[in-house]
């Protein structure tokens, strides 16, 4: 079985080096692995591949690879790789992900709650004041929704849960995912966005969720809420968020509907906003547990 | 049956107004509650007070008070109230704060775990550096030390137990917790300390405990390690921390050994470091949870 690997990245934590890939050596012996470092040296090689690991696979590799039967990404989402145009080989996306954005969406909760941006501003003036959480509430008596309930929102879900905050979670099927979890449908959404204190975006990048988060529904959350985008940027339009900034207590977001989100974005200036560099799943570990999951794959082959 | 107020405080959270007691009065109707704003408008009524709820009680008061048999107090510390001499008064501390304490532990934990500091100082700079967090290891997967067990510590263990970590509990007893929190007592430290990616102090403020993390102790940390002050300033003293600073990850301190911290303290300059206005309990739930356990205590009576 040969294996080839496209897994070179610019975000380090997402670029797996000779030594990552030790663990698959020593969990498949009878596998060969070869490590790519740029198309051209996979494309010289991709006929003899079996399996391919890779973050992007355009349509047109497929015919290089006549053996192949399986394109595994780390990717959750499937943005960067397409699949079989002959409908041949099996692509299987990274499940793992949701251990880390999940500790990624406590901490930005935990973050805005706990009014961290006006104590860093406190911290950097060398300032004192304890009056500056006067109205923070318990995070554990308040409630979360949680729009997308993917395998990475139930996750989340279940970790939110877990600080002992009320949680709705809201999906297209509006599947039961606990018995402590509220699932509700999209259609139902107007209902509960006035209950809220923290409403969490999880969606995927597709056409069907782009502006998700519309005006409409920006308005129709409790005023004072706080704003969370850990899916895709095109569920959130930036000025969207601008026009209705008014309305909410403030934003946590790690996707933008243009990244790097601009220089010239007025969503930096915005009082009470945090932005991350789309990083909520950028943990060291990130290698690691996809490689795991090729290998309880692998072997279970 | 007269209660006596005395519960004014700087701190608007810990401020309780007239609006706060109409719990307490709709619970004891047949109590009347004196809310008092200072010490002369106290003294001048104390005679009659058979309870009193309040910030400071100093000895000297007590000679006032001839009916009185029991000062409750919200602190969890006894910083502020003295006990009765003559032991003919039943003084009884708030024991609701690990709820609150616990979040924002659980806040600060993953606000270090997740490079905070340098994800706000790319974020102020309009920066997209996908590589600040490349090092940043799940929390969930981390091993956090707790010294000091108290009721307060034991609800830290259960949160941060509860995000998934490792968590080992120090206290002088070493009384075992739960089946998934390690319990050791203090003489085995020096064992647990290289272990641990962070090390919480939720020591009271006593003479027992001053100095308590000397520069020793912190040494014998994990290079690398994060250290948090969520207990009192005395556990730790300033140049202990700056001289030892080399060894560690970084700190999040919520107390101090001088509070407010001075302006010119090195504290503030250090790089990787978050200090917050000894704030770990300023939530606007903090009043209604005082007067819950004072209406608990007071209908069982």
Redesign the interface.
């Known amino acids: 079985m040969e294996i080839h690997t496209c897994l070179w990245n610019?975000?380090?934590?997402f670029d797996f080096g000779d030594a990552d890939f030790s663990c698959l050596r020593e969990a498949l012996p009878d596998a060969t692995i070869h490590r790519h470092d740029a198309e051209t040296d996979f494309l010289a090689k991709a006929a003899d591949a079996d399996i391919v690991l890779t973050w992007d696979f355009p349509a047109n590799w497929y015919p290089y690879c006549p053996k192949l039967h399986t394109v595994m990404t780390p990717a959750a989402g499937n943005d960067w790789v397409e699949p079989d145009p002959a409908g041949r080989v099996d692509l299987i996306h990274g499940a793992f992900h949701g251990?880390?954005l999940s500790?990624?969406l406590?901490?930005a909760l935990?973050?805005m709650?706990?009014r961290?941006p006006a104590?860093?501003h406190?911290?950097a003036e060398?300032?004192?004041?304890?009056?500056?959480?006067?109205?923070?509430?318990?995070?554990?008596?308040q409630t979360v929704i949680i729009i997308g309930m993917g395998s990475i929102g139930r996750i989340c879900a279940r970790?939110v849960r877990?600080?002992g905050a009320k949680v709705i979670g809201v999906s297209r099927s509006a599947e039961p995912v606990a018995d402590d979890i509220a699932s509700i449908s999209v259609d139902q959404l107007y209902r509960v966005l006035p209950e809220a204190d923290h409403v969490v975006l999880l969606l995927p990048g597709s056409t069907d969720t782009d502006r998700f988060m519309n005006p409409a529904r920006l308005r129709a959350c409790k005023p004072g809420a706080y704003l969370y985008n850990f899916g895709r940027g095109n569920a959130l339009h930036s000025q969207d968020l601008v026009d209705c900034w008014d309305h909410l207590g403030g934003a946590f977001l790690d996707v933008a509907d243009e990244?790097?989100?601009p220089?010239d974005s007025p969503l930096?200036q915005l009082d009470n906003i945090?932005?991350?560099?789309?990083?909520s799943c950028?943990?060291?570990?990130y290698r690691r547990l996809f490689l795991e999951e090729v290998i309880n794959r692998l072997k279970g082959d």
């Open positions: 610019e975000v380090k934590a251990a880390l500790e990624s406590v901490s935990l973050f709650n706990h961290m104590l860093w406190n911290f060398r300032g004192w004041d304890r009056n500056l959480q006067a109205r923070t509430r318990l995070l554990a008596e970790q877990n600080l990244e790097p989100l220089r930096w945090m932005i991350t560099p789309h990083s950028v943990y060291d570990d």
